[in-house]
């Protein structure tokens, strides 16, 4: 009976350490908070219609539909950084957005669209 009691003891402080490691590790991708937590963010800040469709393979955002953003003040470009810049997270982005280079702007019905690329090195 008291084999079984030691057992059932480190079984427990076995599951317990573990489940603290998972949480620390889900807890920071790259040292940034998760993507989910920026959603949140996004959601309380912005509109809470905010949906997203995520990457299976990285688990970032890959597509945000559902609402539209505050309005961000300065030339459209600046309006997406600002965005990016606030939002960093969802897209596993550095916050300084400096990998990030302009690579379309156009004009549409529905107002200016920019196109960013990220580059790597």
């Not at 009976?1 to 003891?9: P, V």
């Not at 997203?52 to 470009?77: C, H, I, M, N, Y």
């Not at 990030?100 to 549409?108: D, N, P, R």
């Not at 529905?110 to 790597?120: A, S």
Request: glycine content about 6%.
């Amino acid at each position: 009976m008291i084999e079984k009691a030691k057992f059932q003891n480190i079984s427990s402080v076995f599951i317990i350490s573990f489940c603290v490691i998972v949480i620390f590790c889900l807890s920071s991708v790259n040292g940034q908070d998760l993507p989910v937590s920026f959603l949140a963010k996004l959601k309380a800040e912005d509109n809470p219609n905010w949906r997203v469709v995520w990457d299976k393979e990285t688990g970032l955002a890959k597509r945000l539909f559902g609402s539209r953003s505050k309005v961000f003040q300065g030339k459209p470009e600046d309006a997406a950084r600002e965005f990016l810049s606030l939002y960093h997270g969802l897209f596993g982005l550095s916050p300084d957005l400096k990998n990030l280079q302009i690579t379309e702007s156009v004009k549409t019905p529905f107002g200016e669209r920019v196109t960013l690329r990220q580059y790597y090195n």
